[in-house]
Structures are given as C-alpha cells and as structure tokens.
C-alpha cells in the first residue's frame, strides 16, 4: 500500500452536508488523532451518522473539506479508501454466504495478506469458528454484529468509523468490544463511535463531541461524569 495514502490525523474543516432542502450538518470543525477514541453523542437525527458517512467518503461535504493527514479524498482515490474500516447500521454483509466467505471475499477485495490466516483469527475473535460455514442469513443479530465488526477490522484499518456498534450484544461481547477498541486506539488507530450507550462507553472515550442539530455544540477530553455533561451539553449549559 502507498505510504502516501497513510495518515495520523483527519481534520474535517467548516464542513456543511445538505440533502435537498434539509440541513444534516451546519459548518463542523473537528480534528482526530492516531491513538485516540472519539465518541460522537447526541439525540437521533443529530447528524452523527451524516459526519460517519462523511469520513468513510461515502458521502461528500456540501461545503467545506475533509483532510487525512495531508491528502484528501480526490488526491488520493482507492489507496486512501483502503485505510478506512466502517461499522454501520447496514452491515454489508452478504446474507446468503457464510461467515467464512463473508470474510474471505473482503479479504480478496482488500488484499489482505495470508488471508486464510487472517479469516481464521476473525472467526476465532468473533466466537464463530464453529458455525463459520453456515449461512448468516440464519444468524441472530448479536452475530451478525460481531461478525461485521470483523469485516470492519480485517484490513487493519488506520480510521475505524462505527455507528452504534454496541447494538444486539451480551455484556460479555460488549466487554470484549470496548476491550478491542482500546487496544486498537494505543496500537495507533483513530477510532471513532457515534452511540447512545453512555455508561458503557464512559471508561473508554479520550474525548466525547455532542452534537445537536447538524452542528457541533460540545467537544471535550474525557468528562469525569459523561452522563451529567451529556445532560448539560444538550440543555445547552457551558461546557
């Protein structure tokens, strides 16, 4: 992989995202570093999953730009594609394939090197060796999910983008989770999570950005109480 399509920052500057009339996002600045969590908070229809389409590049700003390191989007094409991993609510996962050719087929598509070992460890990692060749369209969702977030990571990712990524897990998932996205963020990640699940999260984030009708109202290291500077930010108290 080009190193020029590597990066240790995303700086997404005055960035605007209308569709037709409707304003999803209004003039958002933010900045994400290698090593970091970020947790993008605020009531349904906020724009979190707008900004989360935005830096998978599935969407493209209205206005404004977004910068990985030192390339963008056009300057860099399919390489820069390749350092992103998404976890969103439709989880692209091929219903009538099993687990095992769910993520063979994105390990061919991303040239993932040695990838029959690679498949074998996200089967192990997900709990799924064992059902690895059944179709996932009989899977529950909690399955599903812990097989999505492997197709997210199978690349190695540099920026992990994932929207409610706690949904239709046990506790001991979500542990397993919160555990994995911690050690991907010191391993030199950018991870970054839109969720609502506060007390799960609390621990984990180095910092939380509310957001609240398409613009960024809070953005801090952090909070020691993540509930109660939820329930500020969104009453709009200083921050």
């Given at each position: ?50 900004l989360?389409g935005?830096?998978?590049?599935l969407?493209?700003p ?30 692209y ?13 994105f390990?061919r ?50 920026l ?22 911690r050690?991907?963020?010191?391993a ?18 180095d910092?939380a ?27 709009g108290?200083?921050?």
């Amino acid at each position: 992989m080009p190193s020029g399509s590597d990066f240790k920052f995303v700086r997404v500057a005055d960035v605007s995202r209308h569709f037709g009339r409707r304003r999803a996002l209004a003039h958002v600045n933010a900045e994400f570093h290698v090593g970091e969590v970020v947790g993008l908070l605020g009531p349904n229809g906020a724009g979190k999953s707008t900004l989360l389409g935005l830096l998978a590049m599935l969407l493209t700003p209205s206005l404004g730009e977004i910068r990985y390191g030192q390339t963008t989007p056009a300057t860099a094409g399919p390489d820069l594609r390749r350092r992103l991993g998404l976890l969103a609510h439709d989880l692209y996962l091929y219903p009538e394939l099993t687990a095992a050719e769910n993520l063979e087929f994105f390990a061919r598509l991303y040239d993932v090197p040695d990838a029959s070992a690679c498949v074998a460890r996200a089967l192990d990692r997900s709990g799924l060796t064992e059902r690895a060749h059944e179709a996932v369209l009989g899977y529950s969702r909690g399955m599903r999910q812990r097989l999505a977030l492997e197709r997210t990571l199978l690349h190695g990712p540099r920026l992990v983008l994932l929207d409610e990524p706690f949904t239709g897990l046990d506790d001991a998932s979500v542990r397993s989770l919160v555990s994995r996205l911690r050690e991907l963020a010191d391993a030199g990640a950018i991870v970054i999570l839109a969720t609502h699940d506060l007390d799960v999260v609390s621990e984990l984030l180095d910092r939380a950005i509310l957001i609240s009708a398409g613009r960024v109202v809070a953005d801090d290291r952090r909070p020691a109480d993540l509930r109660g500077w939820y329930r500020h930010a969104v009453a709009g108290g200083p921050h």
